[in-house]
């Protein structure tokens, strides 16, 4: 499995970006896919998860502002970000392991990406 990330970059506060992750080497809409981040010297937290049947769940400190969405027929999930604010700086990272459930707990998950950086600076 393989999982590629895009869509970081740097934006101001209150700025909107979305990120995408192509996945690859087996049937995408099987499996639960997750956004975790991690920013400099903090662990890799949670940030929110798409179950393959597609229900959504999110750390508290994103919601009304993230969604996430899965495209079967692309093999792609995205995380659209609005409202981004200073702590949202963090590497990106989407991930998915053999569940089709929700889990938050990263080392559930069995195959990552390899990041993209968002910056959130004035």
């Known amino acids: 499995v393989q999982l590629v990330e895009s869509g970081g970059g740097l934006v101001q506060p209150g700025g909107s970006l979305r990120l995408s992750c192509a996945a690859s080497g087996r049937t995408f809409s099987s499996y639960a896919m997750g956004w975790f981040r991690q920013a400099p010297g903090k662990e890799r937290e949670f940030v929110a998860t798409i179950e393959s049947g597609g229900s959504t769940y999110y750390t508290d400190s994103v919601k009304g502002r993230f969604n996430i969405s899965r495209d079967n027929a692309k093999n792609t999930v995205y995380l659209q970000m609005n409202s981004l604010n200073t702590e949202d700086t963090a590497v990106y990272y989407c991930?998915?392991?053999?569940?089709?459930?929700?889990?938050?707990?990263?080392?559930?998950?069995?195959?990552w990406g390899q990041g993209t950086q968002v910056t959130v600076s004035s």
């Open positions: 991930a998915t392991g053999d569940f089709r459930v929700a889990v938050r707990r990263p080392d559930f998950y069995k195959y």
